[in-house]
């Protein structure tokens, strides 16, 4: 007899997010949850690239399949707001070379730029350069919006921890510091500033996209 493949479940809305690999699990995460938004997946890896994205990226259609939008599905995400900056990460390898900056939405300037540093992930680039940014526009007293397009750093920074599986070495010191500095500031510091998904089948490309791909 074939084994049956293990289901994992997606909770992009609920109490909390995250990825599960009951329907138990799942079912608590959501209970009680108005508009939770959640779906199941045949493999976890399936599951962590949905868990990436929008939930709007696989609603209505067959999981591990999603298209391109339609112009009339694009129409629903509306536009970006230029008001804002973008934030993105860029690694080479994973681990490898990683590094990330912050761009104004509209008139892509950089406004900063870190690294390269070595042995790091993308997934931490995406959490310092979202930490980053926070600390940018407080700074800067700024109203401003930020954009990121990772749901995993968008979900670490609003637990306040960077919930990376990297392991510390000799190498990657500097970006454990980092990490550790980045927590701190989360941690010790207030925010009034909207953390907002970039829609990237909707919008294309993140503004502050290395454009390596």
């Given at each position: ?49 949905a868990y990436s ?26 536009h970006p707001n ?51 940014g926070l600390a ?78």
């Open positions: 007899m074939a084994q049956r493949k293990q289901k994992h479940y997606v909770v992009w809305f609920g109490n909390p997010a995250g990825i599960y690999a009951t329907w138990k699990q799942c079912q608590e995460a959501i209970k009680g949850v108005s508009g939770a938004q959640y779906m199941s997946f045949d493999s976890l890896p399936a599951a962590k690239t994205k929008s939930y709007q990226d696989y609603k209505g259609k067959k999981t591990g399949k999603s298209k391109g939008l339609t112009t009339s599905q694009k129409a629903e995400y509306g230029l008001y804002s900056i973008a934030v993105d990460a860029a690694c080479s390898g994973n681990p490898g070379h990683m590094e990330y900056r912050g761009v104004d939405t509209q008139t892509l300037e950089q406004l900063f730029l870190q690294g390269p540093f070595d042995h790091a992930t993308n997934n931490v680039g995406e959490f310092l350069a979202l930490v980053h940018f526009l407080k700074k800067q007293k700024s109203d401003r919006i930020i954009y990121s397009d990772s749901r995993i750093a968008i979900a670490w920074v609003k637990k306040k921890k960077c919930n990376t599986k990297l392991k510390k070495t000799k190498k990657n010191q500097v970006i454990f510091e980092l990490i550790s500095r980045a927590e701190l500031w989360l941690k010790n510091n207030s925010y009034t500033t909207f953390i907002v998904k970039w829609e990237t089948k909707a919008w294309g490309e993140i503004p502050a996209d290395f454009g390596r791909k």
